[in-house]
């Protein structure tokens, strides 16, 4: 991944989403081409004090983002501030990576994909001495099928490296689901 602007602790969510994210994702289009997505629609719902909704849109490989929502998004992310600023921190165990997809070299754009995709997915990701990190996502404005899963938040976030075998991780019990299988099933295809 390309160097990423320094995130300040006293960011906003209007700061990180109208000025950093914009930055960071034009760094990372320029270091790894071929593993942006050309054209997507991502809505961010921050919930509670300081949060806010925002828009990203990338076309032509280029993002642009605006305060507000839209009908069309591709997906939409929602979680309370305070996850937000762990994720944005990288903090109490959580990255960047819980609320903003990550290129993995050897990993081609999946958007397309992520575009007939359709359901929410819902994750609670315990942590220690924390309440879990809560975080859903909405793919194309469908709130049905619903799958909830529950793991460890450190599983997780090896799972989304490459670190974890999601597969071997459900077989033994370390992933909980709740909601339609089907669709998980349809998530993780995303991410091959």
Avoid: H
């Avoid at 034009?26 to 942006?36: I, K, L, R, S, V």
């Avoid at 762990?86 to 990576?97: E, I, R, T």
């Amino acid at each position: 991944m390309a160097d990423q602007p320094e995130v300040p602790s006293d960011v906003t969510a209007a700061q990180f989403f109208e000025v950093m994210l914009p930055m960071g994702f034009e760094a990372n289009a320029a270091a790894n081409p071929g593993q942006t997505p050309r054209e997507l629609t991502m809505q961010y719902v921050v919930t509670g004090d300081g949060g806010g909704d925002w828009t990203l849109s990338i076309k032509d490989g280029k993002l642009t983002a605006a305060k507000g929502r839209v009908e069309a998004a591709n997906v939409t992310f929602t979680v309370s501030v305070d996850d937000w600023r762990d994720a944005v921190l990288g903090q109490n165990g959580a990255s960047l990576a819980l609320i903003l997809p990550q290129p993995r070299p050897g990993r081609p754009d999946n958007s397309g994909r992520l575009k007939e995709v359709k359901g929410t997915m819902a994750l609670e990701l315990s942590r220690e001495a924390q309440d879990p990190y809560k975080v859903e996502m909405c793919f194309n404005n469908a709130a049905a099928p619903r799958t909830l899963l529950r793991m460890k938040l450190a599983e997780w976030t090896d799972m989304q490296t490459g670190k974890l075998n999601g597969q071997e991780a459900f077989m033994q019990g370390r992933i909980k689901v709740e909601g339609d299988m089907g669709f998980l099933m349809q998530i993780a295809m995303m991410a091959m």
